[in-house]
C-alpha cells in the first residue's frame, strides 16, 4: 500500500526558481527518505532524515520532518535544468527490518 | 564502493511464459536485499525482501516468487506470466539502510503481451 503521498503531482518552474515538494505518510516512521528518478532509471538516494530530527541539509537540499504532523517537505533551492525528474518520499516503518514504503511521487521541471 | 548489477534493461515477454530477473550486487556482505515495481506513473511497490541468504519475505500475493541462492544473488521468478505483470522492475541493496539509505539498479522494464 501506499503511505506516502506526495504534493504536488506536478512542478513547472524556472531554472534558479526554488522548488519545495511536501509528502505526508499515516504511520509510526523510524526514518523517511527521498529518491529522485530520471526518465526511465533507477533511483538515486537523495537524503535521509531519521524520526528524531526535524531539519537536515545537503548541498542545495533541505528537508523537514514534521512527526506530529506526519509531514516532510524537501526542497531544492537554485534550479538547474538537470534536476528535472520525478522525486519520491519513501518511509520506513519504525518495527522489524527496514523496508521503504513509496508515494507516487513529484514530477519536477525545471525550465532553462 | 557498494554496487548492484539488474539485467536485462528491457524484456518483452509473451503471457504465460516464464521469468527469471537477477540482481547481483558487489562490494558488500550480507547486504539487505529487494524487489520493487514500479507500474507506470505511479511509485514503488515493494514485492519482496531479503535478509539473507534463503530468507524471503513476500508482501504481496502474486503469481511472483523470489530466491536468494547466494549472499550477494537475488532472483525474481514467475512460472506464467500475466499482462498485469508489466512493470519497471528494481532491485534495491540496504546496507545500513536506516543510516544510509538503499541503492538501486538500473531497473529491468518489462512487458508482457
Known amino acids: 500500500s501506499q503511505q506516502g503521498e506526495e504534493d504536488p503531482q506536478a512542478l513547472s518552474i524556472q531554472e534558479g526558481e526554488n522548488a519545495t515538494m511536501n509528502c505526508s505518510y499515516k504511520?509510526?516512521?523510524?526514518?523517511l527518505q527521498w529518491y529522485r528518478q530520471n526518465s526511465g532509471r533507477g533511483l538515486v538516494h537523495l537524503i535521509l532524515?531519521?524520526?528524531?530530527?526535524r531539519e537536515k541539509h545537503s548541498g542545495r537540499l533541505r528537508v523537514t520532518l514534521d512527526t506530529s504532523k506526519k509531514s516532510s517537505s524537501l526542497l531544492i533551492t537554485a534550479s538547474r535544468a538537470a534536476d528535472t525528474a520525478s522525486y519520491f518520499c519513501?518511509?520506513?516503518?519504525?518495527?522489524?527490518?527496514?523496508?521503504?514504503?513509496f508515494g507516487k511521487g513529484t514530477m519536477l521541471l525545471v525550465s532553462p | 564502493s557498494q554496487t548492484i548489477h539488474q539485467w536485462p534493461a528491457t524484456l518483452v515477454q509473451p503471457v504465460g511464459s516464464p521469468l527469471s530477473l537477477e540482481c547481483t550486487v558487489e562490494?558488500?556482505?550480507?547486504?539487505?536485499l529487494y524487489w520493487y515495481r514500479q507500474a507506470a506513473g505511479r511509485g514503488l511497490q515493494l514485492l519482496f525482501y531479503?535478509?539473507?541468504?534463503?530468507?524471503i519475505s513476500s508482501e504481496v500475493p502474486q503469481n511472483l516468487s523470489a530466491s536468494r541462492p547466494q549472499d550477494r544473488q537475488f532472483i525474481l521468478s514467475s512460472k506464467k506470466l500475466l499482462l498485469s505483470d508489466s512493470g519497471f522492475y528494481l532491485c534495491?541493496?540496504?546496507?545500513?539502510?536506516?543510516?544510509?539509505?538503499?541503492?538501486f539498479g538500473s531497473g529491468t522494464r518489462l512487458t508482457v503481451v
Open positions: 531479503s535478509v539473507g541468504i534463503g530468507q
Open positions: 504511520t509510526s516512521i523510524n526514518n
Open positions: 534495491g541493496l540496504g546496507q545500513g539502510p536506516r543510516l544510509y539509505g538503499y541503492t
Open positions: 532524515i531519521r524520526s528524531n530530527e
Open positions: 519513501a518511509t520506513d516503518p519504525d518495527l522489524g527490518y527496514s523496508t521503504l514504503t
Open positions: 562490494g558488500t556482505s550480507n547486504p539487505n
